[in-house]
């Protein structure tokens, strides 16, 4: 959702080891969901900037559930949402609302690359 953010945890990630398997930008949560169960992920990562944080989790964690998937979902970027019975259109911080969700929050790419190395990690020890 967040093109930079995807970036940079494509680069860094990549070149750590992990393989990559890459949702685009402006991917709907439906297909995202989709294209895990395809691809066989261990974890999705989103990063976001655009103010539709919120919504964009819960219909994630919704289709996960719908395709009975469990993967760890970690989220950075601008966690935030114009909510819903606002005046302005002044987006506020969502962090905790997705935190709700199951959702794990990350303020810095460094934290997602740490979390998403714990995760691979943890995924081959349950393998073996």
Do not use: W
Request: hydrophobic share 45%; proline share 3%; with cysteine.
């Amino acid at each position: 959702m967040h093109e930079h953010g995807k970036l940079v945890l494509d680069m860094v990630l990549s070149e750590a080891g992990i393989t990559v398997v890459d949702g685009g930008v402006s991917t709907d949560a439906d297909d995202l969901a989709s294209q895990a169960k395809h691809d066989g992920v261990q974890a999705i990562a989103v990063s976001t900037y655009n103010g539709v944080a919120l919504a964009f989790a819960l219909d994630l964690k919704a289709e996960l559930k719908r395709l009975d998937l469990d993967l760890p979902v970690i989220f950075g970027g601008r966690l935030n949402q114009i909510p819903e019975a606002s005046n302005t259109s002044m987006p506020v911080d969502v962090s905790d609302d997705i935190r709700s969700t199951g959702a794990l929050v990350c303020e810095k790419p460094e934290d997602a690359i740490a979390l998403l190395a714990r995760i691979a990690i943890g995924r081959d020890q349950d393998a073996s």
